[in-house]
């Protein structure tokens, strides 16, 4: 950042202080409850202020009003953009009242993949759309979704790896065996993990 703020500065465009200030300015304006006298009773309250303030300073810089999903950067890793879109579209009354249906959801997409695949049609739209609604599952649980699969995926090589070890005491490796037999040794680090 300081080095942006000097190649602004050579150029004469801003600097280091006017940045600051900016930064400053916004987070005095968007945090009333902060900052000024404001007192808010709800997150809820506090996020539909946030918004209009967002709103606001958008309008005042000539920006047109967009969607409640406008803005979700698309850099962002896949499963963190996914909760990011489905959480603005909840705070606009988009989401269900409760767990229950996400359920029904997941178990809905699984069966169209599962008819994609025997058809050979749309297998990743639909794998997509699975993938969307156990993401909406993880939010609802207040699971962050990278989180919750970096723990599995540290869980899978820990009992991979266990896997291996029970393999090379019989002298054997993962691609020397079948998979029923691989099979065995997962369940068996599995439960060794468990017990």
């Not at 009003?65 to 963190?80: E, F, H, K, S, Y």
Request: aromatic share 8%; proline share 4%; no cysteine.
């Amino acid at each position: 950042m300081v080095y942006y703020a000097q190649l602004g500065a050579e150029e004469g465009v801003f600097d280091f202080n006017k940045i600051a200030a900016g930064v400053r300015d916004k987070m005095i304006r968007r945090h009333p409850h902060v900052f000024g006298e404001r007192t808010f009773h709800t997150a809820a309250e506090q996020r539909e202020t946030w918004e209009a303030i967002k709103a606001d300073e958008k309008a005042r810089h000539g920006k047109p009003t967009q969607g409640a999903l406008a803005g979700v950067p698309l850099a962002l890793p896949a499963l963190t953009r996914s909760a990011k879109l489905q959480s603005r579209a909840a705070r606009v009354g988009f989401d269900w009242p409760d767990i229950e249906p996400v359920f029904g959801k997941i178990r809905e997409e699984l069966e169209e993949l599962e008819q994609a695949v025997a058809e050979n049609s749309n297998v990743a739209e639909e794998l997509g759309d699975l993938l969307l609604a156990t993401v909406n599952l993880a939010r609802k649980l207040k699971v962050d979704p990278e989180q919750a699969l970096r723990a599995g995926n540290s869980k899978f090589e820990r009992r991979f790896s266990a896997l291996e070890d029970i393999l090379q005491q019989s002298g054997e490796t993962p691609s020397q065996v079948s998979f029923a037999r691989l099979e065995a040794a997962y369940q068996a680090a599995k439960a060794a993990e468990k017990g």
